[in-house]
Structures are given as C-alpha cells and as structure tokens.
T-cell receptor
Framework: QKEVEQDPGPLSVPEGAIVSLNCTYS??????FMWYRQYSRKGPELLMY????GNKEDGRFTAQVDKSSKYISLFIRDSQPSDSATYLC?????????????FGTGTQLKVEL | EAEVAQSPRYKITEKSQAVAFWCDPI?????LYWYRQILGQGPELLVQ????????DSQLPKDRFSAERLKGVDSTLKIQPAELGDSAMYLC?????????????FGPGTRLLVL
C-alpha cells in the first residue's frame, strides 16, 4: 500500500463547476500538506500549503485537511479551462534531517467549455 | 520572479550511454532536491543536498546514478549507463533551507527518453 493514495482520473467537468480533488494517506505523522498543479510537460507549481488540520482559502481554491480521517481535499470553485492540469497532493514529516515530500500519483483534470 | 533553471529540457539517448542533467536553484536557496517522475506517477525523491553536502540519497540507485553540488550552488545529476527504465521526467527543486515544511520550488524538468 502506498503512503499517499490519489485517484488518477481523468476527471472532466464543465466550465464553472466546483471541482473536488482528494488524497488519503496512511502515515499519521505527516504534518505539512500541499497541493501542486502541473501543466503538461512542466514542473509542479505550488498552489496551496496547509499545516495540520483545518481549511485554507485562496481565491477560488480551498484546501482542507482532516487528520482524524487522514484525508485531504482541494476544492476549485468556478473552474476555468485554464485549470486543466494534473493536481498532485504532497505531504511531509516534521523531521529534523530534511524536508522530503511524499507525493500522490496526481489527478488529471480537464475543464471543458 | 526567481525560478529554478534546468537543462536540457529534453534528452534522447540510447541505452548504455551516459547522460547528465544540470540544475541551477533559486539564488540563496541552500537546499536542492532531485526528483524522478515516471509518467502517470508523482515525483519521487532521488537525492537531497544541503549546500554541498548530501542529506538524503537513500533512493538514489548508486550503481548508475551520481549527483554532485560542488560549490553548493548548481548541481549535476548523471546516469551511466542509462537503461530503458530510466525514461522519465527529472525534476530539480530548491528551498531556502531544511526547516520543517519549507516550501519547495520546482524547475521545468528534463524529460529523458532512453531507446
């Protein structure tokens, strides 16, 4: 079993829809949770960053962490064609020797006109 | 806006050949990471540097892969000899330091195809 599980999709939605992307994880020691967006043939770009449980909002994006369920989500409101990309969840441990990220497989999202 | 630079962007090579990738992190970033991303999967850490020292290379296949960051700035990742299974995107990332939860910034990657 992988430490971080993410549905690879693809997920196709109409423009303006609310998108929900999710990851589950098995290591309860993860403390830092991130969402990266990756366009085709490009490197990942940090979208959202949260520490421990709770919600964080930034424009059309909301990141949610539920540590009791080991479940994180990213919501995209009023989705746009420019949101079409692969979304990667990532997490890290509070280790003293480094800051290694453990990624999910990524969910491919397509927002259609 | 400062960015992580990588070259080349694309590399095609034949198996058993040697290949090398270069990364220049964001200025002032002490920590540098090399990740490998196989198509359809998330990135996996190969090696991590703090300045010129290796912090973590536990996932680096040391029989064929090597990495260096001689002056604590730019870095080179080498594969010799390349194998078919090495075809992937090689991503470099950097962060200010090793503080918990420090944000990592990724470069555009080098896409390697081994024939």
């Amino acid at each position: 079993q992988k430490e971080v599980e993410q549905d690879p999709g693809p997920l196709s939605v109409p423009e303006g829809a609310i998108v929900s992307l999710n990851c589950t994880y098995s290591n309860s020691a993860f403390q830092y949770f991130m969402w990266y967006r990756q366009y085709s043939r490009k490197g990942p770009e940090l979208l959202m960053y949260t520490y421990s449980s709770g919600n964080k909002e930034d424009g059309r994006f909301t990141a949610q962490v539920d540590k009791s369920s080991k479940y994180i989500s990213l919501f995209i409101r009023d989705s746009q064609p420019s949101d079409s990309a692969t979304y990667l969840c990532a997490m890290s441990l509070p280790t003293g020797g480094g800051n290694k990220l453990t990624f999910g497989t990524g969910t491919q999202l397509k927002v259609e006109l | 806006e400062a960015e992580v630079a990588q070259s080349p962007r694309y590399k095609i090579t034949e198996k058993s050949q040697a290949v090398a990738f270069w990364c220049d992190p964001i200025s002032g970033h002490a920590t540098l990471y090399w990740y490998r991303q196989i198509l359809g999967q998330g990135p996996e850490l190969l090696v991590q540097f703090q300045d010129e020292s290796v912090v973590d290379d536990s996932q680096l296949p040391k029989d064929r892969f090597s990495a260096e960051r001689l002056k604590g700035v730019d870095s080179t990742l080498k594969i010799q000899p390349a194998e078919l299974g090495d075809s992937a995107m090689y991503l470099c990332a950097s962060s200010l330091g090793l503080a918990e939860g420090e944000t990592q910034y990724f470069g555009p990657g080098t896409r390697l195809l081994v024939l």
